[in-house]
């Protein structure tokens, strides 16, 4: 069984975060931190593995043990409604959003959006909850023919399938229910992987 540093270094990984910000938000000695993320400590001593863990949204199991599932917590970082833009509560594709869900989906780095109305009947629901990937969709165009979580170059969001434009680097996105928008331009996109219905 691998050292639990490395799933460590993995969860930090899918933070985005620095081992400083780790410390802060664990409430962990910096030094601690680092000699933790270096293997230099098989077992932490009190609570710390517990806060590790709280602080970046795995389980404590999984981090200690690699028993069970990895990810408990899945930032919310957006509603969408009528067909409209999602509102975005932040302008960074890995911030930490306005809510968590919680839900298991291994390494992909998930983030969710929120469905508000009726708009996207009957492929989405009001209250679905999409999970995308940001990992996945680094490379736009690895999204294309794919329903997707958009942020064009204008700022607006959109849950919409994605398609290549007229011309290169833009791209059309197709609604279930409303006129296409075509030729925007992307600074990314995650494809949804998952729908959690309540």
């Known amino acids: 069984m691998e050292h639990w540093s490395k799933r460590l270094w993995r969860a930090l990984e899918w933070k985005g975060w620095s081992q400083r910000e780790l410390a802060k938000r664990s409430g962990i000695d910096e030094q601690k931190v680092y000699k933790y993320l270096q293997g230099k400590v098989d077992q932490p001593r009190g609570d710390a593995m517990l806060r590790l863990a709280d602080s970046l949204g795995v389980t404590e199991s999984w981090l200690r043990f690699e028993v069970g599932p990895a990810v408990v917590r899945i930032p919310v970082v957006g509603r969408v409604a009528a067909g409209e833009s999602f509102l975005p509560f932040d302008d960074n594709p890995l911030g930490s959003g306005y809510d968590e869900i919680e839900f298991t989906l291994d390494d ?18 009001p209250g679905d909850y999409l999970l995308c990937s940001r990992r996945r969709g680094v490379e736009i165009q690895q999204c294309l023919n794919k329903d997707c979580v958009v942020k064009t170059d204008q700022g607006e969001g959109y849950v919409k399938k994605l398609m290549n434009g007229a011309t290169p680097g833009t791209f059309t996105l197709l609604s279930y229910n409303a006129s296409p928008i075509e030729n925007v331009r992307l600074l990314w996109a995650a494809p949804i992987i998952w729908v959690k219905r309540v």
């Open 108 to 125: 992909a780095d998930p983030i969710a959006i929120e469905v508000r109305g009726e708009s996207m009947l009957p492929v989405y629901r």
